[in-house]
């Protein structure tokens, strides 16, 4: 290689962009206990898939750089993987995350809620994008833990690794889910989303989406 060509490679590499970095990985923690029938699931997963379609949602999981994953879960032991981490650098990208997440099968059926073993399993999900600037768990559920392992130790296990929490909260009556999300289950800075049932799950996820991007809601 002439000293001129080396000269050109080595100031084509000086001057090229730095590829951005990824902003923020999400996870989707999707309650699919007991209380939640068929229809309220498929609610969910279409709502879910909805937004992440979504032009403006799309548009700022791309500006973000975001990567996204989804777990479904229910009792103790019962937690899975359903999608594993996906990068959102493109709508394309975008588009094909919201038609996987709109197909999956079930998880579980008919078990109890776990919500401490939920958030423990989610969080040993951010090794592969340690990369990522904000690692968040976006949990949602419509009841209150009554099976598995204690929940304050696994959400301050997740606190030390730096990882935010925020929920939804799907209410049947009242505010009840909303005040416990809100004392036992997020982070500090964190928030809840309130849907006043499934039926209000949709424009839930989505206006919670575009929040921890960190875009306008609208």
Same mark, same amino acid.
Request: proline share 4%; net charge neutral.
């Given at each position: 290689?002439? $000293? %001129?060509? =080396?000269?050109?490679?080595? &100031? ?5 962009? !730095?590829?951005? *970095?990824?902003?923020? /990985? ?69 588009? $094909? %995350?919201? =038609?996987?997440?709109?197909? &999956? ?5 008919? !078990?109890?809620? *776990?919500?401490?073993? /939920? ?84 424009? !839930? ?14």
């Amino acid at each position: 290689m002439s $000293a %001129l060509r =080396a000269f050109c490679l080595s &100031l084509c590499f000086l001057t090229a962009p !730095a590829a951005r *970095a990824c902003d923020v /990985a999400l996870l989707l923690a999707i309650d699919v206990s007991g209380s939640i029938d068929a229809g309220e699931y498929r609610i969910q997963m279409e709502g879910t898939a909805d937004a992440l379609s979504e032009p403006a949602v799309a548009e700022a999981l791309v500006q973000a750089r975001a990567r996204i994953a989804l777990v479904q879960w229910s009792a103790g032991g019962m937690q899975a993987l359903s999608v594993g981490w996906q990068p959102i650098e493109t709508t394309d990208d975008a588009h $094909a %995350l919201a =038609a996987r997440v709109r197909a &999956l099968p079930r998880a579980f059926v008919g !078990a109890d809620t *776990a919500v401490g073993e /939920a958030i423990g399993f989610a969080a040993d999900q951010f090794t592969p994008v340690a990369d990522c600037r904000r690692r968040v768990i976006d949990i949602s559920g419509d009841g209150a833990q009554n099976a598995g392992a204690p929940l304050a130790p696994l959400r301050s296990r997740a606190l030390a690794a730096g990882i935010e929490i925020n929920a939804i909260a799907i209410e049947s009556i009242g505010l009840s889910i909303t005040v416990y999300y809100r004392s036992f289950v997020i982070s500090r800075g964190g928030f809840v989303m309130t849907a006043r049932g499934h039926t209000e799950y949709p424009q !839930a996820i989505r206006m919670k989406l575009l929040r921890e991007i960190g875009q306008p809601l609208g």
